[in-house]
């Protein structure tokens, strides 16, 4: 079945760009996703890509695709203290009808 | 809008116990899912529906049971509740069966089983 690794923990500077990775496995995947969760709320959709892009930008947030490694980075300039959260990955299953979601990578920003 | 609406937000169980996790959503949309999110083990998909009276299981499926009579509810049972049940739990739904594009979570309902 699909798997998504991702480092567990990020801590930068206020300022500073982070920069959070992830892994997948299922090479069909068409879509995938980064979502952020916020203390003691549900997640939200932040961006996501098509498998044909190799790069998307979005104001400060630039996600990166290599499908050849199966990579795929998270980057958010100029980051800022209400940054801090959990960040997910998550990939479209073959059968476009699940989403298969990474452990999380919490991003802590100090001032 | 609403939204998605997940009751109640916290709920504690004894062993043995059977409740209802109930979510809806106003958004029409045809796909309704449910996840389990736990301490380093991220979320994992519990139950999934395509649409009114279509259901299927994910990842952990095992103790609990679904059903989706309208396309706005889609509630989730847990028969004889179990420690490891311990958890919290989000309802997700999106506009596209083949969720191409956003999954909408609900806020998360947090549920103790003693």
């Known amino acids: 079945g699909e798997d998504v690794e991702q480092s567990l923990f990020l801590s930068v500077r206020e300022g500073d760009s982070s920069v959070i990775n992830c892994t997948y496995t299922?090479?069909?995947?068409?879509?995938l996703y980064w979502y952020k969760q916020e203390p003691g709320a549900g997640l939200q959709l932040l961006t996501y890509?098509?498998?044909?892009?190799d790069m998307k930008q979005d104001q400060r947030l630039t996600v990166l695709l290599n499908k050849k490694d199966k990579h795929l980075s998270l980057r958010i300039a100029d980051t800022q203290t209400g940054d801090s959260a959990i960040y997910f990955c998550a990939e479209r299953d073959s059968g476009y009808s699940t989403l298969t979601f990474g452990k999380g990578t919490m991003l802590l920003v100090s001032p | 809008n609403a939204g998605v609406t997940q009751t109640p937000k916290f709920q504690v169980l004894k062993t043995g116990q059977s409740m209802t996790l109930q979510c809806a959503q106003d958004?029409?949309?045809?796909?309704m899912s449910w996840y389990r999110q736990d301490p380093g083990m991220g979320l994992r998909l519990i139950h999934y529906?395509?649409?009114?009276?279509?259901?299927d299981q994910g990842e952990v499926p095992n103790g609990y049971n679904v059903s989706r009579s309208t396309t706005e509810d889609f509630p989730l049972r847990l028969l004889s509740a179990a420690p490891s049940q311990t958890s919290v739990y989000f309802c997700a739904s999106s506009y596209s069966r083949t969720i191409a594009g956003e999954l909408f979570f609900g806020e998360g309902s947090r549920l103790t089983v003693l």
């Open positions: 299922d090479s069909s995947s068409t879509y």
């Open positions: 958004m029409n949309h045809e796909y």
């Open positions: 529906s395509v649409g009114a009276g279509i259901t």
């Open positions: 890509i098509f498998s044909n892009m």
